[in-house]
């Protein structure tokens, strides 16, 4: 992050423009609208800048910049043409450790300024740093759309509550609730029709409602995905951004976890392979103690909670200590990674059915039904393969599959990491061996490996 974003507040504040153009008239325009008092210096004034003084107040002064003229001011910008005087404000400002902006220079600027979306007293902004202004707006465009006006009318109603809102409702937490179900609610649908005497009576009825109301704890048991970010639903991203406490483990990735609500308190219970920062049966405790607290819990598991992610077991807990919960399926692993590596489960030249199993038991064995999985003309997909894939390979060829099926191992699926190793059962454990494998991976047996090589789009996506 090469600027850190804030909101100044300018109201009442002295400003400088350096420069009297069309481009300063736009920078004044836009200081004059937080309610900065602004002074220009500039040798030449525009119409443009010259018919706002009287309408914004402003202090003109004729001149060359020198420069001391920064002095006492809280913000400096530089829009002239002229190259030795921008570096000169640039400087001067920087000497005095005042905030500056020169037009069209980002090597000279202490700031930037970003494409606003104005809903007041809700503002969105939108930057890129300098490098490309022109997307920047090209995307506030299409904030615009996504945010309507009425959205300043519900912040607003807001503000005239929050104080009588604090003072019923003394537990942070339920208030936040509260406020998050007046925003998604019927209060905010009637500001969004314009009826803003209804969203007021609503608003107070709800309150009367709540201001007693003891906090309800709930478990939300979401789905991640495969790694990508973009596979979250729409649902998951939802609960996970008004979520008090995520727990999750080490097949979350970080992008995804950076979609949570920023605030949310972060309990990482990373269940690896004979590395267990907490067993099970205490990931199970603790989510029914975190929602008996009375917080909202997302239990963020990779792929999904129902396939070989031992959610039965969690919410098997849940049920029976009487706390609310909601299950969000999620694209499991099988699916996500094969997909992205080109590789159908099923296909009608080369598998009629589909298998997941798991490569490891609750015992750490591998005592799988080797006979049923050696028949032909089916999809095998391994989860959890890897430390066992030599053995799971001579059980397989020693319960009749051909030496020379293809198999597949697919690394960190679906992300930008992505890696894809094919062989045959009789010499692939020696082929990955020296290949440096980490988990998470996924393994894939059949006749539909070899259409990787045909459909790996995503792979071609990324060359390209």
């Given at each position: 992050?090469?600027?850190?974003?804030?909101?100044?507040?300018?109201?009442?504040?002295?400003?400088?423009?350096?420069?009297?153009?069309?481009?300063?008239?736009?920078?004044?325009?836009?200081?004059?609208?937080?309610?900065?008092n602004?002074?220009?210096?500039?040798?030449?004034?525009?119409?443009?800048?010259?018919?706002?003084?009287?309408?914004?107040?402003?202090?003109?002064?004729?001149?060359?910049?020198?420069?001391?003229?920064?002095?006492?001011?809280?913000?400096?910008?530089?829009?002239t043409?002229?190259?030795?005087?921008?570096?000169?404000?640039?400087?001067?400002?920087?000497?005095?450790?005042?905030?500056?902006?020169?037009?069209?220079?980002?090597?000279?600027?202490?700031?930037?300024?970003?494409?606003?979306?104005?809903?007041?007293?809700?503002?969105?902004?939108?930057?890129?740093?300098?490098?490309?202004?022109?997307?920047?707006?090209?995307?506030?465009?299409?904030?615009?759309?996504?945010?309507?006006?009425?959205?300043?009318?519900?912040?607003?109603?807001?503000?005239?509550?929050?104080?009588?809102?604090?003072?019923?409702?003394?537990?942070?937490?339920?208030?936040?609730?509260?406020?998050?179900?007046i925003?998604?609610?019927?209060?905010?649908?009637?500001?969004?029709?314009?009826?803003?005497?209804s969203?007021?009576?609503?608003?107070?009825?709800?309150?009367?409602?709540?201001?007693?109301?003891?906090?309800?704890?709930?478990?939300?048991?979401?789905?991640?995905g495969?790694?990508?970010?973009?596979?979250?639903?729409?649902?998951?991203?939802?609960?996970?951004?008004?979520?008090?406490?995520?727990?999750?483990?080490?097949?979350?990735?970080?992008?995804?976890?950076?979609?949570?609500?920023?605030?949310?308190?972060?309990?990482?219970?990373?269940?690896?392979?004979?590395?267990?920062?907490?067993?099970?049966?205490?990931?199970?405790?603790?989510?029914?103690?975190?929602?008996?607290?009375?917080?909202?819990?997302?239990?963020?598991?990779?792929?999904?909670?129902?396939?070989?992610?031992?959610?039965?077991?969690?919410?098997?807990?849940?049920?029976?200590?009487?706390?609310?919960?909601?299950?969000?399926?999620?694209?499991?692993?099988?699916?996500?990674?094969?997909t992205?590596?080109?590789i159908?489960?099923?296909?009608?030249?080369?598998?009629?059915?589909?298998?997941?199993?798991?490569?490891?038991?609750?015992?750490?064995?591998?005592?799988?039904?080797?006979?049923?999985?050696?028949?032909?003309?089916?999809?095998?997909?391994?989860?959890?393969?890897?430390?066992?894939?030599e053995?799971?390979?001579?059980?397989?060829?020693?319960?009749?599959?051909?030496?020379?099926?293809p198999?597949?191992?697919?690394?960190?699926?679906?992300?930008?990491?992505?890696?894809?190793?094919?062989?045959?059962?009789?010499?692939?454990?020696n082929?990955?061996?020296?290949?440096?494998?980490?988990?998470?991976?996924?393994?894939?047996?059949?006749?539909?490996?070899?259409?990787?090589?045909?459909?790996?789009?995503?792979?071609?996506?990324?060359?390209?």
């Amino acid at each position: 992050m090469d600027y850190f974003p804030l909101f100044i507040k300018l109201q009442n504040k002295p400003c400088l423009v350096i420069g009297a153009g069309e481009i300063a008239a736009r920078k004044i325009e836009l200081l004059a609208r937080a309610g900065a008092n602004i002074t220009v210096i500039a040798l030449e004034i525009s119409h443009h800048v010259a018919s706002l003084e009287q309408k914004y107040n402003l202090t003109i002064q004729q001149r060359v910049f020198t420069p001391n003229d920064v002095i006492n001011f809280a913000l400096v910008i530089s829009a002239t043409d002229n190259r030795s005087t921008n570096e000169l404000v640039a400087q001067s400002s920087e000497t005095h450790k005042i905030l500056v902006n020169v037009v069209d220079s980002p090597d000279l600027c202490g700031f930037i300024f970003p494409a606003i979306i104005d809903r007041s007293p809700i503002i969105a902004a939108v930057s890129s740093g300098g490098a490309a202004p022109v997307l920047a707006r090209l995307l506030r465009a299409k904030i615009e759309t996504i945010i309507p006006p009425a959205y300043g009318q519900l912040a607003q109603l807001a503000e005239r509550y929050r104080n009588k809102v604090k003072t019923l409702i003394k537990e942070p937490a339920q208030r936040r609730i509260f406020w998050e179900n007046i925003f998604q609610g019927s209060v905010a649908e009637a500001v969004f029709a314009g009826n803003n005497d209804s969203a007021d009576q609503q608003l107070q009825y709800v309150l009367q409602q709540q201001k007693n109301t003891a906090p309800v704890g709930e478990v939300y048991l979401i789905g991640a995905g495969p790694g990508a970010a973009d596979l979250l639903t729409f649902r998951a991203l939802r609960l996970m951004q008004q979520a008090d406490v995520i727990v999750y483990d080490h097949l979350v990735s970080p992008e995804i976890m950076d979609l949570a609500r920023r605030d949310s308190e972060k309990i990482y219970v990373g269940k690896q392979r004979d590395k267990h920062t907490l067993p099970q049966e205490s990931i199970n405790t603790l989510l029914a103690d975190l929602a008996k607290e009375g917080k909202r819990v997302v239990r963020l598991k990779g792929g999904d909670p129902f396939i070989f992610g031992r959610g039965g077991e969690e919410i098997e807990t849940l049920m029976e200590q009487g706390i609310h919960f909601q299950v969000v399926p999620g694209i499991t692993a099988a699916s996500g990674c094969s997909t992205y590596a080109g590789i159908p489960l099923t296909h009608r030249d080369h598998a009629q059915s589909c298998t997941f199993v798991t490569g490891h038991l609750k015992d750490n064995s591998i005592n799988l039904n080797w006979t049923q999985l050696a028949l032909p003309n089916q999809t095998i997909v391994i989860y959890m393969g890897l430390v066992g894939l030599e053995k799971i390979c001579e059980a397989l060829i020693a319960h009749g599959s051909p030496k020379d099926l293809p198999i597949a191992l697919v690394q960190q699926g679906t992300t930008n990491n992505q890696r894809v190793v094919t062989g045959v059962l009789e010499s692939f454990a020696n082929k990955i061996a020296n290949l440096d494998i980490k988990p998470p991976t996924l393994v894939i047996i059949g006749n539909v490996v070899t259409l990787h090589d045909k459909l790996n789009w995503f792979q071609l996506n990324n060359q390209n």
